[in-house]
């Protein structure tokens, strides 16, 4: 199936849809033999490696302006928003007039916007102003990821080999959102404060464009249905299965915001502030080990029983943490705890596959990047706020509190993830 025959013929036709029991190394080697693929998966590799850099290299670049993890976890916040409101808004123009038209006009629209906050930032900025620049900042970052794992389902007809494209999507997406802000706080120690967001922006320039350039990318049609605008891409978010979806990946996010302020915290007041962007990191050790042994035996096996157990079981190891004593035991939480963390990006990626049509699987893994960035941004913000009057054991403790209640909504909702998608 080529680009642009998936997206106008594979409708979801049975009441039910079938459970997903793992894809094969011989799954995996498939989809990325498919002609015409490795230059889009290369590129996003580089494009997507910045999408959680830019808001942890805000973080960091201005608490050292600022002296303030206060303000800094508001500025970061307000880039996950913008980067929330924005995946939702490019999926739609995505699947609208396809990836290079949406992106490459996004692309010269976010160049300007991200020279304007290096300059507030150095000019010693309000507060206010700081948080309008970076919402506008990751309101305009390229949105990668809803245009690749588009590209798969327009590559590849339904079956076991999309599932191992999609499992790579995952965990790809999510191996970058720890590893990103690891980069991010490594670079932070640096000479120079806007290291951070120059590699970012750096790397969405050239991760971009070299994948709006790339053939089968070029060569994506929408479908008639999306181009006469059917109406039916906006009630997406009516569908209750969607709206499990992004429960479920908003208490995610919440869960992981907390984490990416109060473990910085935590190096910072043991007196090692160059092992903050490094513990995140950790989390990434386990998290893709594992992630791919779970790919292959999920449990449960029951794909709407997933999202609350994996959810509250996250939850309860990250509050597990702010029990802990010294980095040490600090770190063996954190590889813990990283085990419930790329197997959930899985299982986003699969309820995707599930809930939504494929014609507008760009916009619907849109409102999955937005539902867990807003959940990150509303986790900073607090964590932010905790850190600074209660100390980092205080944030990692209250984490666990909206994970385990989100996990529960979404256990009382899993019926609504049974029957697949209907046009």
Same mark, same amino acid.
């Given at each position: 199936?080529?680009?642009?025959?998936?997206?106008?013929s594979?409708?979801?036709?049975?009441?039910?849809?079938?459970e997903?029991?793992?894809?094969?190394?011989?799954?995996?080697?498939?989809?990325?033999?498919?002609?015409?693929?490795?230059?889009?998966?290369?590129?996003?590799?580089l494009?997507?490696?910045?999408?959680?850099?830019?808001s942890?290299s805000?973080?960091?670049y201005v &608490?050292?302006? +600022?002296?303030?993890?206060?303000?800094?976890?508001?500025?970061?916040?307000a880039?996950?928003?913008?980067?929330?409101?924005?995946?939702?808004? &490019?999926?739609?123009?995505?699947?609208?007039?396809?990836?290079? $038209?949406?992106?490459?006009?996004?692309?010269?629209?976010?160049? *300007?916007?991200?020279?304007?906050?290096?300059?507030?930032?150095?000019?010693?900025?309000?507060?206010?102003?700081?948080?309008?620049a970076?919402?506008?900042f990751?309101? +305009?970052?390229?949105?990668?990821?809803?245009?690749?794992?588009?590209?798969?389902g327009?590559?590849?007809?339904?079956?076991?080999?999309?599932?191992?494209?999609?499992?790579?999507?995952?965990?790809s997406?999510?191996?970058?959102?720890?590893?990103?802000p690891?980069?991010?706080?490594?670079?932070a120690?640096s000479?120079v404060?806007?290291?951070?967001?120059?590699?970012?922006?750096?790397?969405?320039?050239?991760?971009?464009?070299?994948?709006?350039a790339a053939?089968?990318? $070029?060569?994506?049609?929408?479908?008639? &249905?999306?181009?006469?605008?059917?109406?039916?891409?906006? &009630?997406?978010?009516?569908?209750?299965?969607?709206?499990?979806?992004?429960?479920?990946?908003?208490g995610?996010?919440?869960?992981?915001?907390?984490?990416?302020?109060?473990?910085?915290?935590?190096?910072i007041?043991?007196?090692y502030?160059?092992?903050?962007?490094?513990?995140?990191?950790?989390?990434?050790?386990?998290?893709?080990?594992?992630g791919i042994?779970?790919?292959?035996?999920?449990? *449960?096996?029951?794909?709407?029983?997933?999202?609350p157990?994996?959810?509250?079981?996250?939850?309860i190891?990250?509050?597990?943490?702010?029990?802990?004593?010294g980095?040490?035991?600090? +770190?063996v939480?954190?590889?813990?705890?990283?085990l419930?963390?790329? *197997?959930?990006?899985?299982?986003?990626?699969?309820?995707?596959?599930?809930?939504a *049509?494929?014609?507008?699987?760009?916009?619907?893994?849109?409102w999955?990047t937005?539902?867990?960035?807003?959940?990150?941004?509303?986790?900073?913000?607090?964590?932010?706020?905790?850190?600074?009057?209660?100390?980092?054991?205080?944030?990692l403790?209250?984490?666990?509190?909206?994970g385990?209640?989100?996990?529960?909504?979404?256990w009382?909702?899993?019926?609504?993830?049974?029957?697949?998608?209907?046009?």
């Amino acid at each position: 199936m080529h680009s642009g025959d998936a997206a106008g013929s594979a409708g979801h036709t049975s009441a039910l849809a079938p459970e997903q029991h793992g894809a094969s190394r011989a799954d995996y080697a498939a989809a990325f033999r498919t002609r015409g693929m490795v230059w889009p998966v290369l590129a996003s590799l580089l494009a997507r490696l910045p999408i959680a850099m830019g808001s942890i290299s805000l973080l960091f670049y201005v &608490q050292r302006t +600022t002296g303030t993890f206060s303000d800094a976890g508001f500025v970061s916040g307000a880039a996950l928003f913008g980067l929330a409101v924005g995946s939702v808004s &490019q999926g739609k123009l995505i699947d609208r007039f396809g990836p290079t $038209r949406s992106l490459g006009t996004i692309l010269l629209v976010f160049l *300007p916007i991200a020279a304007s906050v290096f300059i507030a930032i150095e000019a010693h900025a309000p507060l206010p102003v700081l948080i309008v620049a970076a919402f506008a900042f990751g309101l +305009t970052q390229p949105a990668i990821s809803p245009a690749s794992r588009g590209l798969w389902g327009r590559m590849l007809p339904a079956g076991s080999v999309r599932e191992a494209a999609y499992t790579y999507e995952a965990i790809s997406l999510e191996t970058f959102f720890i590893l990103g802000p690891a980069l991010a706080g490594l670079l932070a120690t640096s000479a120079v404060p806007a290291a951070g967001l120059v590699v970012t922006v750096s790397l969405f320039f050239v991760g971009t464009t070299l994948f709006i350039a790339a053939p089968v990318v $070029r060569r994506w049609r929408p479908s008639r &249905q999306v181009e006469s605008g059917s109406g039916k891409a906006t &009630q997406l978010i009516r569908r209750p299965g969607v709206q499990t979806m992004i429960l479920l990946v908003f208490g995610f996010g919440i869960v992981i915001g907390f984490g990416e302020v109060a473990i910085p915290a935590a190096a910072i007041e043991a007196g090692y502030p160059a092992l903050g962007g490094v513990l995140l990191g950790v989390w990434s050790i386990t998290s893709v080990i594992f992630g791919i042994f779970y790919a292959a035996h999920p449990w *449960p096996r029951a794909l709407h029983l997933r999202g609350p157990v994996l959810l509250g079981a996250f939850a309860i190891l990250v509050g597990v943490m702010g029990l802990t004593h010294g980095l040490l035991w600090l +770190t063996v939480a954190l590889l813990v705890s990283g085990l419930m963390i790329t *197997p959930q990006a899985t299982l986003h990626s699969l309820l995707v596959d599930r809930v939504a *049509p494929d014609r507008y699987s760009a916009e619907a893994f849109g409102w999955v990047t937005t539902a867990v960035t807003v959940g990150i941004g509303i986790g900073q913000a607090s964590s932010g706020q905790l850190v600074e009057t209660l100390g980092y054991e205080s944030a990692l403790l209250v984490a666990a509190v909206p994970g385990v209640l989100v996990a529960a909504l979404g256990w009382l909702r899993r019926g609504t993830l049974l029957r697949s998608a209907v046009d």
